[in-house]
């Protein structure tokens, strides 16, 4: 057996995993102190390439095969590397995804292709954008189950077939697969995991819309209600979800700490911008935070198609959280109280490691419980602030909190300038522009990415 062309790490800790360790999914050190210990997917970029684009990747005429993201690219998946370093053939990996996938279409209608990019003449007419400039989308609404979090569990369920095909595991006793979450998390969840044949516990809080309830239970899944526990900050349906995990359950989220292999299935997303990109880069790339995996992986995303040549620099990361609750902002300020004023990436390096040394002095849950229209991105922790912290201070980015005004305002606009049915969870990253554009952070002729990430459902 070869060496597979990436391993999964701690770098806070230094832990590597087993590659015969079917289960690479949280660092065996986490919880033991107040380390932000996380499991890291690292490349091998000696030995792995960025694939070429197929044909442009949002061209229709494109062999279906090779637009679905975990197809094509698969050569930068843990999952392709155990395979194959196990003597699995680069044919036998595509038909074990292709299957899975043609089994998502069969529960959700269709499988995951690469989702539409492209500059909108409409917002960047009304964001008053010069031509050379202007406002580019991501439109994840027509993704599996209406948003961008199948793609987290997509590459999950991969791995966990892989590890059952290389006999690592037996398909006669799998484990239940759990999610703390009560939007568009547990739906992908409960569409893959059905897609897959595994069994799905969803833990959600007791004022859970009861129509995501219903479809919960139609697609199969086990839903759990937990009330808040009184004087217990935190997420209850989380704090839940961590005693099912320590009971033998697998984690099916998309929270990083929890699954370090979720970020790379979400990475995909981050590779169709710069396939779809074509080397021009963008000057600033605005992400909606919840819990943070979706900006952590594409950060990663991005960085990684630097490192491997595909891309010729990163955007400035500005991220968008609601005055709600911001927790990552909070979590910013507090590192960026520790750095000069203009630092070097040397020193935002070390800074970083020391915050990953004493996660609760810069995150911690958020006090109250939070209301907002984008319902999205009120998680109570950005679990994985680290990385986008990071993200933004090495790309002169910045957390931006928005109004509920500049929300809603922000909202109207995408579904009226664009046409696409985008819920004001998945249009924030466009409140966040607005906001940079009046404040003149953002140019005439920049170059800006938003990503729609989530399906209205229902009246708004
Ligand atoms: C539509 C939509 N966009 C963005 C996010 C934020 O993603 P993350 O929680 O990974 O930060 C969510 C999270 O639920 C979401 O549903």
């Known amino acids: 057996m070869t060496a597979p062309a990436s391993t999964i790490c701690c770098p806070v800790c230094g832990h590597i995993t087993d590659p015969a360790d079917p289960y ?11 380390a932000d210990h996380l499991l890291t997917r690292v490349l091998d970029t000696a030995v792995v390439r960025f694939p070429p684009a197929p044909t442009p990747v949002s061209n229709p005429a494109a062999p279906v095969s090779d637009m679905n993201p975990f197809l094509l690219y698969r050569t930068l998946m843990h999952s392709y590397h155990v395979a194959t370093a196990r003597g699995l053939s680069d044919g036998a990996y595509r038909d074990l995804v292709a299957s ?19 500059r909108s ?18 439109d994840e609404t027509g993704n599996v189950s ?31 697969l759990a999610i703390a979450s009560c939007g568009n998390a547990a739906l992908a969840a409960a569409v893959v995991a059905r897609a897959g044949g595994w069994r799905l516990t969803v833990f959600v809080p007791p004022d859970a819309q009861a129509s995501v309830v219903h479809q919960l239970h139609d697609l199969g899944a086990k839903v759990i209600a937990c009330p808040r526990e009184p004087g217990t900050p935190g997420d209850p349906a989380y704090l839940t979800l961590r005693r099912e995990l320590d009971l033998g359950a697998l984690p099916f989220t998309t929270q990083g700490p929890e699954n370090g292999l979720a970020i790379e299935g979400g990475l995909t997303l981050g590779y169709e911008l710069v396939t779809d990109l074509a080397g021009e880069p963008l000057d600033h790339l605005i992400v909606q935070v919840g819990g943070g995996a979706l900006a952590s992986s594409t950060i990663q995303a991005l960085r990684e198609a630097v490192d491997l040549g595909a891309l010729g620099r990163l955007p400035a990361i500005q991220t ?64 994985d602030w680290r990385a986008v912290v990071e993200g933004m201070l090495t790309t002169g980015g910045r957390p931006l909190v928005v109004s509920e005004d500049s929300l809603t305002q922000a909202h109207r606009l995408a579904v009226a300038r664009t046409g696409i049915p985008v819920d004001p969870t998945g249009s924030s990253g466009l409140a966040g522009l607005l906001e940079l554009r009046r404040s003149g952070q953002v140019g005439d002729r920049d170059r800006v990415a938003v990503l729609f990430t989530g399906l209205q459902r229902g009246t708004p």
């Open 146 to 176: 209406g948003s961008h979090k199948g793609r987290h569990l997509m590459g999950v369920l991969i791995h966990l077939a892989v590890m059952e095909r290389c006999g690592l595991t037996d398909p006669a006793s799998r484990p239940d």
């Open 24 to 34: 690479p999914f949280r660092c065996p050190r986490a919880g033991t102190d107040d």
């Open 121 to 138: 003449p409409g917002l960047s007419d009304a964001l008053g954008f010069d031509p050379k400039g202007g406002v580019w989308v991501k």
């Open 320 to 383: 968008v959280q609601t005055t709600g609750a911001h927790p990552l902002e909070r979590a910013y300020q507090r590192v960026r109280a520790l750095l000069p004023d203009d630092p070097a990436p040397e020193a935002i390096r070390k800074i970083m490691a020391e915050a990953a040394q004493h996660r609760s002095a810069f995150m911690q849950p958020w006090p109250r419980e939070p209301a907002s229209v984008a319902t999205g991105i009120l998680d109570d922790e950005t679990y």
């Open 100 to 118: 899975l996938d043609a089994a998502v279409a069969a529960v959700d209608g269709h499988g995951f292709r690469a989702t539409p990019f492209f």
